[in-house]
């Protein structure tokens, strides 16, 4: 994996600014990242971070001052592409350091002229902790996983890993013989592991992904200080650390605390962690996964795999459920039937399958919204999703609801759905406008009467014209004087003007209480009132004002969302759940699937069989044959 240089100077070294002494104090204690640097509206590298960055991104290498005698190489981006770069630089394999300004630079000058602003690391971005949608995979999971190692008499070995972007997390023990089949299954984006696991990997001749691997310190994987790790990374919902093996409690413990490293102190938004087993679902060697193309191709690519061609779905998030029960398909007979009650009884309605396809195909994907939200990077678009998300699942509850003997399945689904929190999502919608901004600092994404004190600030900032010509028309009224004007410039600010055959009249009472002098001319006498004052300072901070009252409307709702997660995240499990058996349901109906019986016996008979394909039959049988028994 390729990872951001490490020798560059120390802030110890002489003859350094107090900026780049900032900047190398805050790169020595994040090494092996690139460093993005924050100055006004870039992010800057320098020393060979920027050769790195300059030569991955194509973008120019240009240089800044001197350091012992030799100039500084330096290359930046600016911030509103940065997410473009971003995702260039972690797709090659490097892992990148957030380091933003703190403070205001008005503050910095008041210590002194050459005081640097206070900026920090607030994100450590890796591939396997990417929450952003232009980032990640819309319909596949992202999943970072550790690997611990235990010995005591003998060498056990557990996997836990989670889906940063969705919550998503697992545990399993597994022995060094099904360690491959598993990580194949999986497929993580980075894998943490110790250097002594490594070698006793390789020493037992295990293949693992070597793309992904991340060698972390071996004290990461300390079951003893696994309990304390797991207690913070799951504040809000409690998790019992003996529920799990010493090895699965080490696993477990090296992953949240490699998630909140990278989070910078944001508290996480990991769903409490399933404990799976191997013997849960069907083994399948790695050459067996690679020869069944399950997901991916030999070739490497998706189209042409059994996930490609039998994924109906309308949804990420069904089509990542889809994706996980292929690769890892059940053994249990019962939990098999139960799943095809649900896609026979959609099979044989297509009418009503197809109304519930195209509800769910206008669901936003709730999941990654709910995380960033809850991560503090969410924004008003976030809030959107999950309105129009929950409203939609309100009517597809209802649409399930008339369904007469449904299966259990369905009955399931649609009582999750039934929960989705009406008032909440009633509530986003009235307050996000139709197309908001993705980030809330750039306002203008609360929906005009959703809140006076903001419209009146609004009113301000964008009809000023408005709010002083109704000034004036009340000062004309209460003075008589039809000439008066408000007028406005750079010395004065706003002002009353009249002629000056009229200007003794404000002086006396009752105006001259009211009106100010200011300013008297050949043909013309200036005043200023209380009020005008006032309004010329809330013209002036009507911008700012009402910028934040919108974000102190979205924290409130961010905060009414975080609250209701655990219903959200169901309702979004009953929709990915429900979009699978449609999307199955409708591959039946439309080519003319049968649908098998199930059990525990070792028979496997076939009555009155057509094999029917859409595309022309494989020049392979035995591929064809395993494709076949595998759909």
């Known amino acids: 994996m390729d990872q951001a240089p490490s020798s560059v100077p120390t802030a110890a070294d002489a003859a350094i600014t107090p900026m780049m002494a900032q ?3 805050i790169k020595a204690v994040n090494p092996g990242f690139l460093l993005f640097y924050r100055m006004g509206d870039f992010y800057e590298m320098f020393f060979e971070d920027a050769e790195v960055a300059s030569q991955a991104l194509g973008i120019v290498l240009t240089r800044r001052g001197k350091h012992q005698g030799a100039d500084i190489p330096m290359c930046g981006v600016p911030i509103h592409a940065a997410q473009d770069y971003l995702r260039r630089l972690i797709a090659l394999g490097h892992r990148v350091a957030i380091c ?3 403070e205001d630079p008005a503050e910095a000058r008041k210590r002194g002229g050459k005081s640097p602003v206070r900026r920090d690391v607030v994100r450590l971005v890796t591939r396997g902790t990417l929450t952003e949608d232009d980032l990640l995979p819309a319909r596949s999971s992202n999943y970072l996983a550790a690997l611990a190692m235990v010995r005591h008499g003998e060498t ?43 070698a006793a990997l390789a020493e037992m001749k295990v293949v693992l992904p070597e793309a992904a691997i991340v060698i972390a310190d071996g004290a990461l994987f300390d079951s003893e200080r696994a309990a304390g790790r797991i207690a913070t990374g799951f504040a809000g919902h409690p998790v019992d650390p003996t529920a799990f093996s010493r090895a699965g409690r080490a696993a477990l413990g090296a992953l949240c605390d490699y998630v909140r490293e990278s989070q910078k102190g944001v508290p996480l938004a990991l769903r409490p962690p399933a404990s799976e087993r191997v013997a849960a679902h069907m083994a399948i060697d790695l050459a067996t996964r690679a020869s069944l193309e399950l997901l991916v191709t030999q070739r490497g690519t998706e189209k042409g795999s059994l996930g490609a061609e039998i994924d109906l779905c309308v949804t990420p998030g069904g089509s990542r459920l889809l994706a996980r029960r292929l690769a890892a398909p059940l053994r249990e007979a019962g939990a098999i039937n139960a799943r095809l009650d649900a896609v026979e009884a959609l099979a044989e309605d297509t009418l009503l399958t197809r109304r519930l396809r195209g509800e769910l195909k206008a669901v936003p994907d709730i999941t990654r919204a709910l995380t960033r939200l809850m991560l503090g990077r969410g924004g008003p678009r976030d809030l959107k999703a999950i309105a129009a998300a929950v409203a939609g699942a309100s009517g597809i509850a209802d649409r399930l609801g008339a ?14 759905l039934a929960e989705a929190p009406a008032a909440l999502a009633a509530e986003l919608l009235a307050a996000i406008d139709d197309d908001p901004p993705l980030l809330a600092r750039d306002g203008g994404f609360v929906r005009h009467g959703y809140d006076a004190d903001l419209d009146a600030e609004r009113a301000l900032a964008s009809q000023t014209r408005e709010v002083v010509a109704a000034l004036q028309a009340r000062l004309i009224e ?102 699978v058996a449609a999307g199955l349901a409708e591959l039946a109906a439309s080519r003319g699937f049968c649908r098998p019986r199930v059990d525990d016996s070792l028979a496997f008979a076939i009555e009155g069989a057509a094999i029917r394909w859409s595309r022309p039959m494989c020049a392979r049988p035995a591929r064809c044959s395993s494709r076949t028994t595998a759909t």
Request: glycine share 6%; aromatic share 4%; no cysteine.
């Open 100 to 102: 933003e300004q703190l």
């Open 478 to 579: 209460e003075t008589d004087v039809r000439s008066l004007k408000i007028r406005h410039n750079g010395v004065l600010g706003y002002f009353v003007e009249v002629p000056a055959a009229h200007g003794a009249r404000l002086l006396e009472p009752p105006h001259a209480t009211s009106f100010i002098h200011r300013q008297t001319m050949a043909s013309a006498m200036r005043f200023t009132t209380k009020e005008l004052a006032e309004l010329e300072g809330r013209i002036a901070k009507a911008h700012d004002a009402a910028l934040g009252l919108e974000q102190a409307i979205f924290a409130r709702l961010a905060a009414a969302v975080a609250a209701d997660t655990e219903r959200l995240r169901s309702v979004a499990d009953a929709l990915a759940e429900l979009d």
């Open 156 to 198: 056990d070995f557990a996997l836990a890993w989670a889906d940063v972007s969705t919550g998503e997390t697992a545990v399993i023990d597994v022995a060094a013989t099904a360690l491959g089949d598993e990580l194949a299954r999986i497929e993580p984006a980075e894998l943490l592991l110790g250097e002594a696991s490594r």
């Open 23 to 25: 900047y190398l104090e």
């Open 403 to 416: 369904l007469s003997q449904a299966p259990a399945v369905l009955v399931a689904i649609g009582a999750r």
